[in-house]
């Protein structure tokens, strides 16, 4: 997953103003750590890892690189389940002082497929144009994995030594697969990643406009997501032999319903502020919008021009859609079975089993059964400590002065929901910046600018120093 959007957002703000910047000011990492990044990234891209390819080339290539960077064998393991030997994992640690519990970053190696007939460019060859970088994982998130690599390379040449250590696991499995790599880690090797706290770069992060940031987002928790199925069967037979009850068309009429539901609109504390919050970012009508989400008693002409904006639409709702759909099982035989997976996003207060409920009101049909694919796993809300926020909020100033940062709650699902479960807080923050009317992650020509790219490297390395620190 990479963050969509911004969603969610807490009341605390960390410091700053409401600024916005132009995109090219960034500080950058010197001329020798850019090649050394571009490098890595290009590597990263050019190594197909779509599920069906499995990470484990991409993994064996770190851990050369961390090996020839002076990394003992004993602080870099290359991990793969036994029945997923073509998932690989790696697990870099870079040794500190002892003065705390360890530092972890967590970030994935898989990409989502993308098919080069649908791409302009080849997704698999890391392409420059135009101040771009074009390729399946520019965004999500190989950039920001080819950040960690290089920073954890970079600390070791230079002789860091923190006040604890630093962990890096490049995992597997996070875009889809039976084999999560956190998952599988925090079960069976707990020891190698355990933390007193997380960073995942593949949430929060910055949000632009055009040549302008908004605001970076801290990403503290996550809409809860959970998966159904909706089928029809019936005895199916010839297809010389039409009957009106077929399961395909039963489902397509149930689908069409489903598809203008729009689950009640809902605020609480978080979003009221939140909300109030980016008014001071806009104007005209917009602005008057977004303070209306503010009251008590929402405006319903404010609800209905927000609602036509996807990114305020998954703020204001649960959201369901469909998503995978089967039927049949030949050309000449009427239809014995038809299904869908319905995939839905909830918000913090909403429950599976109300979701499910209003799906099957809405559907309108007993002859379409409802049934959980991919049940809810919420996780807890990371605190917001002084410590955290402080942290936090120096490295941002440090890179980019005035931007205001604002803790979040993404609409996908990132790793973070595994480090939450155990008890490890996690954060989410990353120093790109997706134009919020142009963001490519798991689309076609997926892209990052390629100034965002060398300033996520050095954010990253602020970051990771910043965070190892034990006061």
Known sequence: MRRLAFLCSAALMLGGAAAQADLPLSPMPPDQVKTLARDVFQQMIETNTVHSNGTMKLAEALVARFHAAGYAPEDVALLAPAEHPTQGNVVVRLRGKGKGRPLLDIVHLDVVEAKPEDWTVDPFTLTEKDGWFYGRGTLDVKGDAAALATTMIRLKSEGFSPDRDIIVAFT????????????????????????????????GGGIAKGDKRLYIGLQTSEKTYVTFRAEVTNKGGHSSLPEPDNAIYRLAAGLTRLSKLSFPVHTNATTRAWFGEMAKLESGQLRQDMEAM?????????????????????????????????????????????????????????TAEK???????????????????????????????????????????????????IPDMDAGASDSKYTRAVGIPTYGINGMFPDIDDNR???????????????????????????????
């Not at 039976?178 to 880690?185: A, F, I, K």
């Not at 990643?193 to 997380?198: S, T």
């Not at 120093?465 to 034990?470: G, L």
Request: aromatic share 6%; hydrophobic share 40%.
């Open 172 to 203: 597997t499995d996070e875009e889809g697969g039976d084999s999560n790599g956190v998952d599988w880690l925090l079960r069976t090797h707990r020891d190698l990643i355990d933390a007193e706290l997380a960073l995942n770069p593949d949430a």
């Open 294 to 350: 503010t009251k008590d008693k929402l405006d319903p002409a404010a609800v209905k021009r927000l609602e036509g904006q996807i990114f305020y639409n998954a703020m204001l709702h649960t959201t369901c859609v469909a998503t995978m759909l089967d039927g049949g099982h030949a050309d000449n035989a009427l239809p014995q079975r038809a299904g869908v997976s319905i995939q839905c996003r909830m918000m913090p207060d909403d």
């Open 355 to 405: 979701t499910k409920a209003l799906i099957e009101k809405t559907l309108a049909d007993p002859e379409i059964k409802v049934s959980v694919l991919v049940p809810a796993a919420p996780g807890p809300e990371s605190p917001l400590t002084a410590a955290v926020t402080s942290k936090m909020n120096a490295v941002v100033q440090s890179m980019w002065p005035g931007l205001t940062v």
């Open 441 to 471: 992650a798991h689309g076609r020509d997926e892209r990052t600018r390629v100034n965002d790219f060398y300033s996520d490297v050095e954010f990253t390395y602020r970051e990771l120093k910043a965070f190892s620190a034990v006061e």
